[in-house]
């Protein structure tokens, strides 16, 4: 499983592991359409070992020696965006997980096609196919799990539940459930969220995908608002 992230990684970022501290280099990924077919020009992940930010590379250079000046991510994370050419996009950070063993959990719903008629919106753009649980009653869509397909090695889980079906643990069933079908098929599966998403937190933790310090960050797909910035 080691290698699946590793293998996950390096085709995502670029190269992984890092060489130490945080490597800041140029990788075609860049330029190329992600899993939802918008390009995702700058991307990192960071481990207590060290991290990696790949950005198309013909920015790299300008990048890494505005790091150098300084050192500091965090302050020059939201400057990225125009760097590499896109002025328009905000900058985001999330905890990064990932998990082998999720938690053994009864299944919670049931796998259909993204684009069958009975699919919310929101879990359409994913493809293949999402995992959705309906009231047994009334048919209503209660939560599901939508699947980042990004490579062969690693697919990343987006959960949300209905408003008025949170509290029942929908959510971690569904993530876990997911979590061991990404693991049959042969990938690692990972999951994001927000550092102060401490609802998405719990589902992450309850599910097996413990935090182990590593983060996320990268430009966003989406231009930044008048009441802040959105990423996908």
């Known amino acids: 499983m080691a290698r699946l992230l590793v293998e996950h990684l390096s085709r995502r970022l670029g190269r992984w592991p890092a060489a130490g501290g945080l490597d800041i280099i140029g990788s075609p990924a860049r330029i190329r359409p992600g899993w939802d077919g918008k390009i995702h020009p ?3 992940v960071t481990s207590p070992e060290g991290g990696v930010l790949s950005v198309p590379p013909e920015h790299a250079a300008t990048v890494a020696e505005q790091y150098a000046k300084a050192e500091d991510l965090a302050a020059l994370g939201p400057r990225i965006p125009a760097l590499v050419g896109f002025p328009e996009r905000g900058w985001f950070t999330a ?8 938690t053994p959990f009864p299944d919670a719903g049931v796998w259909v096609p993204a684009d069958g008629v009975e ?14 649980a309906r009231d047994a009653e009334s048919g209503e869509h209660l939560a599901g799990v939508g699947v980042k397909r990004h490579d062969a090695y690693g697919h990343e889980l987006a959960v949300v539940t209905a408003p008025g079906a949170r509290g029942r643990g929908l959510a971690r069933r569904l993530v876990a459930q997911a979590a061991r079908r990404v693991l ?3 990938a690692i599966p990972t999951y994001m969220h927000d550092p102060g998403n401490h609802a998405s937190a719990a589902v992450a933790e309850a599910a097996g995908f413990r935090d182990l310090g590593w983060l996320a960050f990268g430009a966003t797909t989406r231009d930044r608002t008048p009441t802040g910035l959105r990423h996908g």
Not at 95 to 102: G, I, L
Not at 119 to 132: E, I, M, Q, Y
């Open 42 to 44: 700058a991307m990192g």
């Open 119 to 132: 699919v919310p919106d929101w879990l359409r753009p994913f493809g293949g196919d999402v995992l959705v």
């Open 95 to 102: 905890v990064y997980r990932w998990t082998t063993r999720p």
């Open 184 to 186: 049959d098929e042969g």
